[in-house]
């Protein structure tokens, strides 16, 4: 795949041009510049005059091609993160529940859903939808996880003697996959992540407040950091009982609290221990962030407790009174029962997928795709 290859990162590229009038052209204008497979490229959006795309390639070939109509920008770490994925694995309810002295050995939250990362990976990465393949990289993504939290605290236990240690330059480099600085060295998590490197920490900004949103940026991981994957204990407790899981798009989802056979699932994370567990959301956070360094990583989101709840359907359907439900009553309430749902096809009369009065949309049977609809 392009991004196994070294040198290779993913770049967010847009192509606007009312010239191409559908997704599908852009995508084809990309593929002959950037001389790249319908594979390599993942769809983000796609509006009238605008398609934008993940890609994988070299700064130089990205560099040689942008321009006109084609722009685009490196996909820098902070920019992986789902839109509210911090914002759910810090709400109390995420992170698993501890089982103590003083509470239930069975914990209805932790039982109830499973917490998970869903990781996408950088296009070509994984060659079309082999899982095995996709539960290889995933083994090496979290290898490498591994290596810059124990490079991290180590740096960090050097600090803390006071030794003078390594100081690596900051200009990390991707080779096959492996996040190294010039020298060799294996980056910790703290100076891959943008948010926590030397460079953005001692940076000078003159508007005051920008400023000060990157200080309360840096403080925010550093101390998730210190206390995750880069602390004495590196999450180890996680990192050693999460399960993986290929995705049917191009990645994988990490369970944090996978349901074990014939165990208790609470003994993972009672005891002395957890604060190297998934209980701890600074382990969390620390693994989020060591996702979203990694050159194959494109996207880190974090999963939501689905519970379905038609309450107010139910007594809006069955009287249309605020709590009342007649056929619940009754005994009525469709347990056991087979729904079955037949649909004749496609209306491509339809004004959504019709060009109109012209027609132009099928063509000899088949799908006419120079057109917009």
């Not at 990289?137 to 960090?156: F, H, P, S, T």
């Not at 030397?198 to 940076?203: E, K, N, P, Q």
Request: contains cysteine; negative net charge; proline residues 5%.
């Amino acid at each position: 795949g392009a991004s196994s290859e070294t040198g290779l990162s993913p770049f967010l590229i847009c192509v606007r041009d009312i010239s191409l009038k559908s997704g599908l052209q852009r995508r084809e204008h990309l593929q002959e510049k950037f001389n790249s497979s319908p594979e390599d490229l993942t769809p983000l959006s796609n509006q009238k005059e605008q398609s934008c795309f993940i890609l994988a390639t070299s700064t130089s070939r990205f560099l040689s091609t942008v321009g006109g109509n084609i722009h685009g920008i490196p996909l820098v770490d902070q920019m992986k993160i789902s839109p509210m994925t911090i914002e759910d694995v810090t709400s109390p309810g995420w992170p698993i529940p501890v089982a103590t002295e003083h509470s239930s050995r069975r914990l209805s939250g932790y039982d109830e859903w499973e917490r998970s990362l869903m990781v996408g990976l950088s296009p070509g990465v994984v060659a079309g939808k082999d899982k095995q393949m996709t539960l290889n990289i995933a083994d090496k993504i979290l290898d490498d996880v591994r290596n810059m939290a124990k490079e991290g605290q180590r740096r960090r236990r050097r600090l803390e003697k006071q030794e003078e240690g390594f100081k690596p330059s900051l200009r990390a480099s991707s080779k096959n996959g492996q996040l190294e600085t010039p020298q060799g060295k294996t980056l910790s998590i703290s100076e891959a992540f943008s948010a926590t490197s030397s460079t953005v920490a001692s940076r000078e900004n003159s508007e005051k407040e920008t400023r000060r949103l990157s200080e309360s940026s840096h403080s925010f991981w550093s101390r998730a950091l210190q206390h995750g994957l880069e602390s004495k204990h590196q999450c180890s407790k996680m990192i050693n009982s999460l399960e993986i899981r290929p995705l049917w798009s191009d990645g994988f989802e990490i369970i944090l609290n996978p349901a074990g056979e014939n165990e208790n699932k609470m003994d993972r994370v009672s005891g002395s221990d957890d604060e190297s567990s998934a209980s701890n959301q600074d382990c969390i956070l620390s693994l989020v962030a060591a996702l979203c360094v990694h050159p194959f990583v494109v996207s880190v989101e974090a999963n939501t407790e689905v519970t379905p709840d038609g309450k107010k359907e139910q007594w809006i359907t069955q009287s249309n009174i605020e709590n009342y439900r007649p056929f619940f009553d009754k005994g009525i309430t469709g347990k056991g029962q087979i729904v079955s749902i037949s649909d004749s096809g496609m209306d491509t009369d339809n004004c959504y997928l019709s060009n109109g009065p012209s027609g132009g949309n099928i063509f000899n049977g088949n799908w006419d795709m120079s057109t917009r609809k």
